[in-house]
C-alpha cells in the first residue's frame, strides 16, 4: 500500500501522509514516494501549487524511527537529505496544511514552504535533544530568518510544543484554518482564487526570492551541513541509549 495519497484539483497536486495508524510517521519508503510526487509536480505543465498535508488527525510524527526497512543507517539518511532537496529545488508554490502534531522533520521542513496553514489542533514540536540527534530540514537557517534566534533556539534546543496560535505568532503558521475537508477544500479555493490568479508572477517571485535573504545555494549547504551531522549523531551512543529507552517504553505501554 502506498504511504502517500496524491489527488489533484485543477492545478494544485495534493500530497498527503498516509500512515495514520503509525501517525503518518515517515518511513524510508515514504521519503522515495514523496520524493518522486514532488519531481512529477514538477514536470507536469498543470500543476501550479503542491499541497503538504496528512491523512486522519495528524499531519505527521516525522521519520520513522522504528522503520523496519532493510536499510541502513546512511541509506536512510541520504534519502532525507535528498527529501529535503526536492522541497529545496521545488520550482512551484509549496504549501503546507498542518493538521494535528507536525514533530522532527513535518515540523522543520515547514521552513521550505512558501504559504503554512494549520488547523486550530495543530501542534509543533522539534524533539532532538531528547533523542541525541541534531535538526535537520535547513531549519538551521530558515527558522531563525523567519522567527528571530531566540524563538528558532527555544523551538530547536527545548523540545517544547507549541500550538497553532503560538506557531503563527513566531511566523512559522499564515492562517489557522477550519478543521478537516471543508477547511482544505476553503484553502484549495482560497490557493485558486485569490492567490494563484496569475501563475507566472508567482513562480518569477519565489525564483527571485530564493536569490534574495536566502539563497537555493545556501538552503543545498545546509542540508548537506545537517546530512553530515545526522549521520555521526546516529551512529552515537546517545541516539542508541535514547532509542533504547522508547522501546522500554513502548514495550511497557503495550504490556499495560
Avoid: W
Amino acid at each position: 500500500m502506498s504511504t502517500i495519497l496524491v489527488n489533484y484539483d485543477d492545478s494544485v497536486q495534493i500530497i498527503s501522509f498516509n500512515s495514520p495508524k503509525k501517525l503518518n510517521a515517515i518511513s524510508h519508503q515514504c521519503y522515495k514516494e514523496i520524493i518522486e510526487a514532488l519531481h512529477e509536480g514538477a514536470k507536469n505543465e498543470d500543476v501550479f501549487c503542491t499541497l503538504l498535508t496528512g491523512v486522519g488527525k495528524t499531519y505527521s510524527s516525522g521519520t520513522d524511527l522504528f522503520d523496519s526497512s532493510d536499510v541502513n543507517i546512511e541509506e536512510r539518511l541520504i534519502v532525507v537529505r535528498d527529501f529535503v532537496r526536492a522541497l529545496i529545488d521545488y520550482p512551484k508554490l509549496l504549501v503546507a496544511l498542518v493538521n494535528g502534531h507536525a514533530i522532527g522533520i513535518a515540523c522543520t521542513t515547514l521552513g521550505l514552504c512558501d504559504l503554512v496553514y494549520a488547523t486550530k489542533t495543530a501542534n509543533f514540536m522539534c524533539p532532538f535533544n531528547k533523542l541525541g540527534i541534531t535538526a535537520e530540514g535547513c531549519s538551521t537557517i530558515t527558522f531563525p530568518l523567519i522567527m528571530g534566534k531566540t524563538r528558532a533556539a527555544e523551538l530547536l534546543y527545548s523540545g517544547k510544543m507549541f500550538n497553532a496560535i503560538d506557531a503563527q505568532k513566531i511566523g512559522l503558521v499564515n492562517e489557522i484554518i477550519d478543521e478537516g475537508m471543508n477547511g482544505r477544500d476553503q484553502l484549495i479555493k482560497k490557493i485558486k482564487t485569490e492567490i494563484a490568479v496569475y501563475k507566472l508572477p508567482i513562480v518569477y517571485t519565489k525564483s527571485m526570492m530564493l536569490n534574495g535573504a536566502i539563497s537555493k545555494d545556501e538552503l543545498h549547504r545546509a542540508n548537506d551541513r545537517e546530512y553530515k551531522r545526522l549521520l555521526e549523531r546516529f551512529n552515537s551512543s546517545d541516539y542508541f541509549n535514547a532509542i533504547t529507552n522508547l522501546l522500554k517504553q513502548k514495550s511497557l505501554k503495550n504490556k499495560l
